[in-house]
């Protein structure tokens, strides 16, 4: 019985090639589709899974809410480790500090003269770590271990990384590096590479019994000091609660973090390791990106969608063609057949369509594996042909084939053996009219929503690449520096022969671009009133030429006079608001207290720019100079040759420092990286309702191919009777112009919540606009005219006499 079902259901898919081919091209895409975003989905949900202690590991997080409202910081006072262990000593705590791009010379190469090819920069630069760390998260050991970081001056290296310092792993164990070239490093020991799937990633760790023998990196014995970069981490016992833990914190809280105010507070929260990479309002991962939950549930819907949308290409078609098979059910019928018999000989039809579908999609999956990182910020291609995989795969099989072949199994088992010997069944026997037409509507909703999505999402990326940011972004060019001792006594020359190249306009020192990550802020006092301010003023160091290199517009006052340290101060209009002053004029030649330092005078007020990225409002802003902060150094250029003046500035560079590795970045790019994932978001919005389009003008493709045999009598009377093709056109397009404009109806609110509640992430945004609504729905009915009128045209040029014949 089976093998003759499928014998049946085989010839029924090749008897009816083209409406085979639509329904399989249907499904195949939009498996294919659902299983990419399932590899997706399932990779960023991995991270840091592969440690055994996943679900008892937290991250300390400092909360700390005033005047301006809630806000977290990654960071952890230096002082709060000490403290932590001597309240809490039988729970296992960790320290670490982070320092990016830190570089490494590997000294005995060095000293042999090759020290261009040895000199290496990392940009996640060095980990400070506790060997606690290791007690906490998963490390595999090839050399050495942990209590090699007991004593100062150790490091250890990842396995990549010591191949590519000393061309072998096993050769570096004793080896010497210097670090930033000023502290020399005994390496101890190597571990194997951290998965590329981890928010951790480390390449060289260093002992943090080192960073308290270094000033230069920011070790503070005082509570008031609070660096992102300054991390604790914590695993809880097995044997207590996280409700336990946090109360344990919050009683650390007490001791040593006393409430200020009323309503303002600092206090120690926990994070589980499970949201550092899906939070980024708690100052985001070590990694490359964090991912938000809502974008993985955007990223399932689409899949869904996509696969619905599959299924109702199927069901409209099946249906549509049960007319036609109206007679083979009667004879079964007649012959016994009962109505069980022949619904499983239809969903037995269903199946042999998925499994092709299946088959094809595996291919095209495949295919798209290698472009995926266009789409989704992952580090590694996701293997495809894994169990979890195919047991999705043969989920998603299974439940296609329920969900696209149960509604015409059950119409065509259902046929009344009188009326279908007869071939008296029509749409109205089998309800197919109005299942077909609240189908198509449901189609083409769904292809609206993602055109609307598509078409706002990439107004914002215009507007956030095109937007005024308060400064020139273009044409500078930034160097990673040092700000040490020996960088320092030769930045006033190094300067002075940037600015004598050919190509360059102006030179700054500066600790960040006008538009950063930086977030470094303190607390401060105004014009004497005593109290600190109930709100943190946030800080860029800078050169006297920084308002000249960005091109950064004074309200009032001038710019700071040239100072290695803090001087005068220059402010924003939003610090000026925040203060209460009714202009920028009233704050000039007032004092301000940055901490507990001296009392400074405001000289300039400058205009408002974007101090980070457009997600984030301007904040209360200081600018003054302080060249122990300068971290880099903005060149500017006059628009013309650029790749001659890059490599004259990296001439230059090397000149003046031999012994640091040149790095470079532009301005404008690295802006552009803050909305990578927006970015990607906006083309996969792209990608994806091109996709529903295509799947929706395969199933009207189908309907109209279908309704264009159904009407080849009318037609051809209609011919005969003097109807112009334009007539016949119309007739096929009228009713699927209605169905359209119904969807739109349908899918315009939908959309608009949708996107507009992505919008909210960003401060500022475009506003949605009913051309948004308008654009959409023309793209919507003109690429379904476009389907129905091809197969419509053909249906009307046809000859009557042959449609006249046809019945």
Same mark, same amino acid.
């Given at each position: 019985?089976?093998?003759?079902?499928?014998?049946?259901?085989?010839?029924?898919?090749?008897?009816?090639?083209?409406?085979?081919?639509?329904?399989?091209?249907?499904?195949?895409?939009?498996?294919a589709?659902?299983?990419?975003?399932?590899?997706?989905i399932?990779?960023?949900?991995?991270?840091e899974?592969?440690?055994?202690?996943?679900?008892?590991?937290?991250?300390?997080?400092?909360?700390?809410?005033d005047?301006?409202?809630?806000?977290?910081?990654?960071?952890?006072?230096?002082?709060?480790?000490?403290?932590?262990?001597?309240?809490?000593?039988?729970?296992t705590?960790?320290?670490?500090n @982070?320092?990016?791009?830190?570089?490494?010379?590997?000294?005995?190469?060095?000293?042999?003269?090759?020290?261009?090819?040895?000199?290496?920069?990392?940009?996640?630069?060095?980990?400070?770590?506790?060997?606690?760390?290791?007690?906490?998260?998963?490390?595999?050991?090839?050399?050495?271990?942990?209590?090699?970081?007991?004593?100062?001056?150790?490091?250890?290296?990842?396995?990549?990384?010591?191949?590519?310092?000393?061309?072998?792993?096993?050769?570096?164990?004793?080896q010497?590096?210097?670090?930033?070239n000023?502290?020399?490093?005994?390496?101890?020991?190597?571990?194997?590479?951290?998965?590329?799937?981890?928010?951790?990633?480390?390449?060289?760790?260093?002992?943090?019994?080192?960073?308290?023998?270094?000033?230069?990196?920011?070790?503070?014995?005082?509570?008031?000091?609070?660096?992102?970069?300054h991390?604790?981490?914590?695993?809880?016992?097995?044997?207590?609660?996280?409700?336990?833990l946090?109360?344990?914190?919050?009683?650390?809280?007490?001791?040593?973090?006393?409430?200020?105010?009323?309503?303002?507070y600092?206090?120690?929260?926990l994070?589980?390791?499970?949201?550092?990479?899906?939070?980024?309002?708690?100052?985001?991962?070590f990694?490359?990106?964090?991912?938000?939950?809502?974008?993985?549930?955007?990223?399932?819907?689409?899949?869904?969608?996509?696969?619905v949308?599959?299924?109702?290409?199927?069901?409209?078609?099946?249906?549509?063609?049960?007319?036609?098979?109206?007679?083979?059910?009667?004879?079964?019928k007649?012959?016994?057949?009962?109505?069980?018999?022949?619904?499983?000989?239809?969903?037995?039809?269903?199946?042999?369509?998925?499994?092709?579908?299946?088959?094809?999609?595996?291919?095209?999956?495949?295919?798209?594996?290698?472009?995926?990182?266009?789409?989704?910020?992952?580090?590694?291609?996701?293997?495809?042909?894994?169990?979890?995989?195919?047991?999705?795969?043969?989920?998603?099989?299974?439940?296609?084939?329920?969900?696209?072949?149960?509604?015409?199994?059950?119409?065509?088992?259902?046929?009344?053996?009188?009326?279908?010997?007869?071939?008296?069944?029509?749409?109205?026997?089998?309800?197919?009219?109005?299942?077909?037409?609240?189908?198509?509507?449901?189609?083409?909703?769904?292809?609206?929503v993602?055109?609307i999505?598509?078409?706002?999402?990439?107004?914002?990326?215009?507007?956030v690449?095109?937007?005024?940011?308060?400064?020139?972004?273009?044409?500078?060019?930034?160097?990673?520096?040092? @700000?040490?001792? @020996?960088?320092?006594?030769?930045?006033?020359? =190094?300067?002075?022969?940037?600015?004598?190249?050919?190509?360059?306009?102006?030179?700054?020192?500066?600790?960040?671009?006008?538009?950063?990550?930086?977030?470094?802020?303190?607390?401060?006092?105004?014009?004497?009133?005593?109290?600190?301010?109930?709100?943190?003023?946030?800080?860029?160091?800078?050169?006297?030429?920084? =308002?000249?290199?960005?091109?950064?517009?004074?309200?009032?006052?001038?710019?700071?006079?040239?100072?290695?340290?803090?001087?005068e101060?220059?402010?924003?209009?939003?610090?000026?608001?925040?203060?209460?002053?009714?202009?920028?004029?009233?704050?000039?030649?007032?004092?301000?207290?940055?901490?507990?330092?001296?009392?400074?005078?405001?000289?300039?007020v400058?205009?408002?720019?974007k101090?980070?990225?457009?997600?984030?409002?301007?904040k209360?802003?200081?600018?003054?100079?302080?060249?122990?902060?300068?971290?880099?150094?903005?060149?500017?250029?006059?628009?013309?040759?650029?790749?001659?003046t890059?490599?004259?500035i990296?001439?230059?560079?090397?000149?003046?420092?031999?012994?640091?590795?040149?790095?470079?970045?532009?301005?404008?790019?690295?802006?552009?990286?803050?909305?990578?994932?927006?970015?990607?978001?906006?083309?996969?919005?792209?990608?994806?309702?091109?996709?529903?389009?295509?799947?929706?003008?395969?199933?009207?493709?189908?309907?109209?191919?279908?309704?264009a045999?159904?009407?080849?009598?009318?037609?051809?009377?209609?011919?005969?009777?003097?109807?112009?093709?334009?007539?016949?056109?119309?007739?096929?397009?009228?009713?699927?112009?209605?169905?359209?404009?119904?969807?739109?109806?349908?899918?315009?609110?939908l959309?608009?919540?949708?996107?507009?509640?992505?919008l909210?992430?960003?401060?500022?945004?475009?506003?949605?606009?009913?051309?948004?609504?308008?654009?959409?729905?023309?793209?919507?009915?003109?690429?379904?005219?476009?389907?129905?009128?091809?197969?419509?045209?053909?249906?009307?040029?046809?000859?009557?006499?042959?449609?006249?014949?046809?019945?």
């Amino acid at each position: 019985m089976i093998k003759n079902y499928w014998k049946i259901a085989v010839r029924n898919v090749l008897r009816y090639k083209g409406y085979s081919a639509i329904n399989v091209a249907g499904l195949a895409i939009g498996i294919a589709a659902c299983l990419l975003l399932f590899l997706v989905i399932r990779y960023e949900n991995s991270y840091e899974k592969f440690n055994t202690n996943y679900s008892r590991i937290y991250r300390a997080v400092t909360e700390d809410r005033d005047a301006s409202g809630l806000d977290y910081n990654p960071g952890t006072p230096f002082p709060a480790i000490a403290t932590l262990r001597t309240q809490m000593p039988d729970v296992t705590i960790a320290a670490l500090n @982070a320092h990016f791009g830190s570089q490494f010379t590997v000294i005995g190469q060095l000293e042999a003269g090759t020290n261009i090819e040895k000199k290496f920069l990392e940009d996640r630069g060095a980990f400070f770590m506790e060997p606690e760390y290791f007690k906490i998260f998963d490390v595999k050991w090839l050399s050495g271990n942990a209590d090699v970081l007991k004593a100062p001056n150790m490091a250890v290296l990842s396995k990549a990384t010591a191949t590519k310092y000393f061309g072998s792993w096993e050769k570096a164990n004793g080896q010497t590096i210097r670090l930033d070239n000023s502290y020399v490093l005994t390496v101890g020991g190597v571990f194997d590479d951290q998965p590329l799937n981890s928010d951790m990633p480390m390449s060289v760790i260093t002992s943090y019994a080192t960073l308290r023998t270094i000033k230069d990196y920011g070790w503070d014995e005082g509570w008031g000091l609070l660096s992102s970069n300054h991390q604790v981490m914590i695993l809880r016992p097995e044997n207590m609660s996280e409700a336990t833990l946090q109360a344990r914190i919050d009683e650390f809280n007490k001791k040593n973090f006393p409430q200020k105010k009323k309503d303002d507070y600092r206090r120690a929260v926990l994070q589980p390791l499970s949201m550092l990479h899906f939070d980024d309002r708690m100052g985001g991962n070590f990694g490359d990106h964090v991912t938000s939950k809502a974008s993985l549930l955007t990223l399932s819907l689409i899949g869904i969608l996509i696969i619905v949308m599959a299924c109702i290409n199927f069901v409209n078609l099946s249906t549509a063609q049960a007319i036609g098979r109206s007679r083979e059910v009667g004879v079964r019928k007649v012959l016994g057949g009962n109505r069980w018999q022949l619904f499983w000989q239809m969903m037995g039809e269903t199946a042999v369509i998925v499994v092709f579908s299946v088959g094809i999609a595996l291919l095209l999956a495949q295919l798209a594996l290698p472009y995926l990182k266009t789409f989704i910020n992952i580090e590694e291609t996701p293997a495809l042909f894994t169990m979890n995989n195919m047991l999705f795969l043969l989920g998603i099989a299974i439940a296609v084939t329920l969900l696209a072949g149960s509604y015409p199994a059950l119409v065509l088992s259902g046929f009344r053996p009188a009326l279908a010997l007869k071939n008296k069944i029509t749409s109205a026997n089998v309800g197919g009219i109005s299942i077909r037409r609240g189908l198509v509507i449901t189609q083409f909703a769904i292809s609206q929503v993602l055109i609307i999505g598509t078409i706002i999402a990439v107004s914002q990326m215009n507007f956030v690449r095109n937007a005024d940011l308060g400064f020139k972004k273009d044409a500078v060019l930034v160097l990673n520096s040092r @700000a040490d001792s @020996a960088v320092l006594s030769r930045q006033t020359a =190094f300067k002075a022969a940037l600015k004598d190249l050919n190509g360059v306009v102006d030179v700054s020192r500066n600790s960040d671009a006008p538009s950063s990550d930086n977030n470094s802020s303190s607390n401060f006092s105004f014009d004497h009133r005593g109290d600190d301010e109930p709100f943190d003023i946030f800080h860029k160091f800078a050169d006297e030429d920084y =308002f000249k290199t960005y091109q950064l517009e004074l309200l009032a006052g001038r710019p700071f006079r040239k100072s290695d340290t803090i001087s005068e101060i220059v402010v924003n209009e939003t610090f000026v608001e925040k203060v209460g002053a009714k202009s920028p004029e009233e704050v000039i030649g007032k004092e301000i207290r940055l901490g507990r330092g001296g009392w400074k005078p405001i000289v300039g007020v400058v205009k408002d720019f974007k101090t980070n990225s457009l997600r984030e409002s301007i904040k209360p802003l200081e600018i003054s100079s302080m060249s122990s902060r300068y971290g880099q150094v903005a060149v500017k250029f006059s628009g013309r040759n650029f790749s001659q003046t890059n490599k004259a500035i990296k001439d230059v560079w090397e000149k003046f420092y031999p012994e640091y590795a040149y790095s470079s970045f532009f301005v404008d790019e690295n802006i552009a990286e803050f909305y990578l994932q927006e970015e990607q978001l906006s083309r996969l919005y792209k990608f994806f309702a091109a996709l529903a389009i295509f799947i929706s003008c395969l199933g009207l493709y189908g309907l109209v191919s279908f309704m264009a045999v159904q009407k080849t009598k009318e037609v051809g009377i209609r011919k005969v009777l003097g109807a112009s093709t334009g007539n016949i056109v119309y007739l096929f397009s009228k009713e699927f112009t209605i169905l359209i404009s119904i969807a739109f109806v349908i899918a315009t609110p939908l959309a608009w919540l949708l996107m507009n509640n992505w919008l909210q992430d960003f401060v500022f945004r475009v506003h949605i606009s009913i051309g948004v609504f308008i654009v959409a729905i023309l793209i919507s009915l003109g690429i379904a005219w476009i389907t129905v009128g091809y197969k419509a045209v053909r249906a009307a040029l046809a000859s009557p006499v042959k449609s006249l014949r046809s019945e």
